[in-house]
Every structure is written in C-alpha cells, then in structure tokens.
C-alpha cells in the first residue's frame, strides 16, 4: 500500500464516519422551522423525518444534503484509489456507520447517491428491478428486504471475479438490514399527523 493510499484509508475510516454523522437534516429543518426532530415522532433524523414534519421543501433539502453526503464519500476514496473499487464501498460503510451512530439514521439516501456515482449500471438496475418488486410485493419491509438483496446482488454481478468486493458488498447490505431492525420506521406514523404540505408525498 502506497503512502497515498495510507492517507486515503485514513480518510475514509476517520473522516467519513464523520460525515456521516453531521446533522445536516437536523440543522436544515430546525433552521426553516423552529423543529428538533429527534424530540418529533420517532426520534429519526432521516429524510423521511424531515418531509413528515417538515414539510416539501425542507424534505428536499433534506434529500440534497444526504445524497451530497453519499457523493462525498464515494469521491473521497475516488482520490486516493482507483475508480469504481472496493474501498468506495467501504467508504460507504464508515459514512452509514457514522450516520447511525451519530445522526440516529439508516443513511438509505447517501448509500443511494453514493452507489450512483459509484456504479451508475448497477444503480439503474437496482432501481428497476427494486422498483417491479415493490409493486409485486406491494409491503413496504419486504420491499426493502428486496433491495438489500438486489444491491449486493447486482453489484456482486457486477464484480464475479472479485471476492473482495463481494463481501464488502453484502457487509454494506447487511449493515443496513440490521440498521433498519435497530430503528423506528417514520413511514409508519400517520399520514394525517404529518406537515400539511407532504401529506400525499
């Protein structure tokens, strides 16, 4: 390992879970409405948090920030290693680990955007197929469930030589899993309770 690459492991174990942890929602929400989300609900400060309590355009900001979050973590670890390797994927891991401990979030958002810079393909894919299997299975967990399972599989695909990758593909998927059993689901509060202006969002 080079000494540039040294410097690059250190960004990405130190300063993404950092990042990771800035509670851009919290501030962006507080600041156009006075809210502290984690007194609001179920505590989450997540995007969907955000949209309920919020209203349209904070969730919109809300969004922004989380997937320029996502964006940053990939691009990091993209100038210290090569693109479109295992180490953007574990960039993502320090950011979502970051993001759970610190910002009492799933981090979906930045995994997202973080996997659209990273392999823009296998986003597509994962979209479209993800997005058949919420309309076949019609449940929200079991959706998500799929998707989980999508992503490490269509990026595993992806990558068949590569075990390294593989595995820190299904860690990624794995540690969201175990996030989403860890925390409340917002989508489950009532529809009718939230911001006026995100009610049918």
């Known amino acids: ?3 540039v690459q040294v410097g690059g492991l250190l960004v990405v174990l130190l300063v993404c879970p950092c990042l990771g942890g800035l509670p851009l929602i919290d501030w962006i929400t507080y600041a156009l409405t ?3 989300l984690e007194k609001l609900g179920t505590g989450n400060v997540s995007v ?3 949209f309920y309590h919020g209203g349209r355009w904070v969730g919109v900001l809300a969004v922004v920030s989380e997937a320029s979050k996502g964006i940053a973590a990939v691009l990091l670890s993209r100038a210290f ?3 479109n390797s295992v180490w953007e994927l574990i960039a993502l891991i ?3 680990m970051g993001r759970y401990w610190m910002g009492k979030g799933a981090g979906t958002t930045n995994v997202f ?3 659209v810079v990273h392999d823009a393909i296998a986003a597509v894919l994962i979209f479209l197929i993800g997005g058949i299997s919420f309309t076949i299975f019609r449940e929200r967990k079991t959706g998500r469930v799929s998707i ?3 992503l490490a599989s269509i990026l595993a695909l992806r990558h068949p030589q590569e075990t390294e990758y593989i595995t820190v593909a299904i860690a990624l998927s794995g540690l969201l899993f175990w996030i ?3 925390i409340p689901d917002d989508l489950d509060l009532s529809p009718q309770e939230g911001n006026k202006d995100s009610q049918k969002m």
């Open 1 to 3: 390992m080079t000494v």
């Open 34 to 36: 006075g809210k502290q």
């Open 48 to 50: 969907s948090a955000a």
């Open 81 to 83: 290693f090569p693109d």
């Open 94 to 96: 320090a950011l979502v």
């Open 113 to 115: 955007w973080g996997i």
């Open 148 to 150: 989980l399972v999508l």
């Open 180 to 182: 989403y059993q860890k």
